[in-house]
């Protein structure tokens, strides 16, 4: 069974390759707005780029530092299974701005002198980044034949009426596709039973819906509790906690051994409250002498199974850095660009 949610998504950088100066620039122009491109008319400066990029992605695994503890606290470090323990390091990897660079789709021209765009797709081959191959019409036969084999993951012909809004498209899927590929290399996710939720058809098209209803750019599979840690642009946080039955169980038998007030127990036990207890280790322990304030009307998402969802802010110790926002990174990518003329051999970005 394939999950519905990879574990994590955030904006990339698309990556357009074509010799023709003015078409590129045409190209990027047309983009949606708030889609990070550099473009190159010079494909020896784009595959430097992209090597150059992606070796220092990759030693940082794209992501970086969000706390420098598990999100419960140090004191709660050492309880942690080894599958714990890899979704708390998991979780460390979101503060570096250079993930929003990211190359995870590369569109490229195929007639190109000196690289044509089946040499330039397969000297990315190893790379994680997908690859569009923009076509003419004479093309055609050629692309289909890189598709099958592999060496492309989609091709548009450029004299298609429909090419830019399929571009759009192609791209979006993409680099969906990306992530997807990223969170196999985080796989005690996907085997823990609490993580359920990332194979439910149900709840997956809510968290997409979630994301276009509050503009949310980056989201992250968050472990304890387990949910989504969604950033808007401007870095703002807000954590989904998701609940199944079972867990929504467990709280009630916490809640039932400390004495916890009828009327948190009986809201536990209908399945009415979505509890995020986070100054007691997740847990309620008899010492939160208000406990409301730390639940939020549940709300049912009935998939495969059922699952309790609220949402809730993130207490302002869980963010021990500033978070580097998309809005930032567009803002510091736009002041350092510099016009200039597009060169055959010189980057252009926007």
Request: hydrophobic share 40%; proline share 5%.
């Amino acid at each position: 069974m394939k999950p519905v949610l990879p574990l994590y998504q955030h904006p990339t950088c698309v990556i357009l390759v074509d010799d023709s100066a003015s078409f590129v620039a045409s190209l990027a122009f047309q983009m949606p707005a708030g889609q990070k491109v550099k473009s190159f008319s010079c494909s020896v400066e784009a595959l430097r780029w992209i090597f150059s990029t992606f070796r220092r992605s990759l030693e940082e695994d794209v992501l970086c530092h969000l706390v420098d503890r598990p999100p419960l606290g140090d004191k709660y470090a050492d309880q942690d299974s080894d599958g714990d323990a890899d979704h708390h390091r998991a979780l460390r990897k979101v503060l570096e701005p250079q993930r929003f660079l990211a190359p995870a789709v590369v569109v490229v021209d195929y007639a190109m002198p000196n690289i044509d765009g089946l040499d330039f797709c397969q000297a990315l081959e190893g790379l994680p980044c997908k690859k569009i191959l923009f076509t003419g019409e004479a093309d055609e036969l050629i692309a289909v034949d890189a598709f099958n084999r592999g060496l492309i993951d989609h091709y548009i012909k450029k004299s298609d009426v429909l090419a830019l809004e399929r571009l759009e498209q192609a791209i979006a899927t993409l680099e969906r596709d990306y992530f997807f590929q990223r969170s196999v290399e985080l796989q005690s996710y996907y085997s823990s039973h609490r993580f359920d939720f990332l194979y439910d058809e149900c709840l997956g098209q809510l968290v997409q819906d979630m994301i276009r209803r509050y503009g949310f750019v980056e989201h992250y599979v968050f472990p304890e509790p387990s949910g989504i840690l969604f950033f808007d642009a401007d870095g703002s946080a807000t954590l989904m906690v998701i609940e199944n039955e079972a867990g929504l169980q467990s709280h009630l038998e916490a809640a039932e051994e400390y004495d916890a007030p009828m009327a948190l127990q009986e809201a536990l036990r209908k399945h009415s409250v979505v509890p995020f207890f986070w100054p007691s280790g997740g847990m309620y322990n008899g010492q939160l002498r208000d406990w409301q304030q730390y639940c939020m009307p549940a709300i049912l998402c009935e998939g495969k199974e059922k699952f309790f969802w609220a949402f809730f802010s993130m207490p302002a110790h869980f963010l021990d850095s500033e978070i580097y926002s998309y809005r930032h990174f567009l803002r510091e990518s736009e002041q350092k660009a510099i016009p200039c003329e597009y060169s055959r051999c010189g980057p252009c970005c926007r």
